[in-house]
């Protein structure tokens, strides 16, 4: 009976998905799971389960002690650097190429979304793919950047000796203001928003899904546990991300 349920969620959101004239994906921390980067939240094996981010991730940190900065994110930087795109990547990049979505706007900084093929990409959060002197300007790869750390293990320019930091958003930074327009414009004029793999409570980017249900749209939910917009959504889907869009993509 769950299958049965579960099937009939899946061709709903295809149905929902065929009609709507402006679509958008919101993806978060979930959707890269399958692709073995853990997420923040759950007990034992998320990210911030074992340590305090405002103890390594935050911008006072990476500014007042970028040894200790460091050693959290260069492992991190390194782990991500190999990692592999999953079904649900590959099928909202297939959703975008049949002009089913717009785009996808991403809390995620781990490129796996551009990786999948998809080509209108909004990284919220910033990426991993640069990191930057914030003195010069000069930009490094991430496959530089193993190359420019010291004998501190602190990531420094090889031009003028300046701090390198990640192009990411740290904790205690406001999140780029074009991206964040983008995201609220595509979030206003969709009749749908696909949020997938996202506990939809990290403000600002959470807020998004409210500006496409004031606007007259639709959401619909692809995720494990609780957000605060189950309740209003059209339908939620709890199984594995790369499961239930894989089987998304077969109905549409």
């Known amino acids: 009976m769950e299958r049965q349920v579960t099937t009939r ?3 709903r959101l295809a149905e929902l998905l065929g009609r709507s004239r402006r679509a958008v994906a919101l993806t978060g ?3 890269s799971v399958p692709s073995g980067i853990p997420d923040f939240r759950t007990p034992e094996t998320g990210l911030w389960a074992k340590v305090d981010p405002m103890q390594v991730a935050h911008i006072s940190v990476f500014e007042g002690d970028p040894e200790r900065f460091w050693s959290y994110y260069r492992p991190r930087f390194q782990a991500l650097g190999g990692k592999e795109p999953n079904r649900a990547h590959e099928a909202l990049a297939e959703l975008e ?3 089913l979505i717009e785009g996808v706007i991403t809390q995620n900084i781990d490129r ?19 990191s930057s002197c914030l003195e010069c300007g000069t930009s490094f790869d991430l496959d530089e950047v193993e190359g420019i750390f010291d004998e501190r293990g602190v990531a420094v320019c090889t031009g003028c000796g300046g701090p390198v930091k990640p192009d990411v958003v740290l904790f205690g930074e406001l999140l780029p203001e074009e991206a964040m327009a983008q995201a609220t414009e595509l979030a206003e004029g969709a009749e749908l928003m696909l949020c997938v793999g996202s506990s939809l409570a990290v403000h600002p980017v959470a807020g ?3 500006l496409t249900l004031e ?12 957000t605060p917009y189950d309740r209003v959504a059209e339908l939620k889907l709890e199984g594995e991300v790369d499961e239930e869009l894989a089987a998304l993509l077969d109905r549409v």
């Open 9 to 11: 969620l899946v061709e």
């Open 29 to 31: 921390a979930g959707v």
């Open 97 to 99: 190429r049949r002009g």
């Open 112 to 130: 796996l979304h551009r990786a999948a093929g998809s080509e209108n990409v909004i990284e919220v959060h910033g990426s991993i793919e640069t």
């Open 208 to 210: 998004l899904p409210r």
């Open 215 to 226: 606007g007259g749209g639709a959401v619909a939910i692809v995720t494990k546990g609780e």
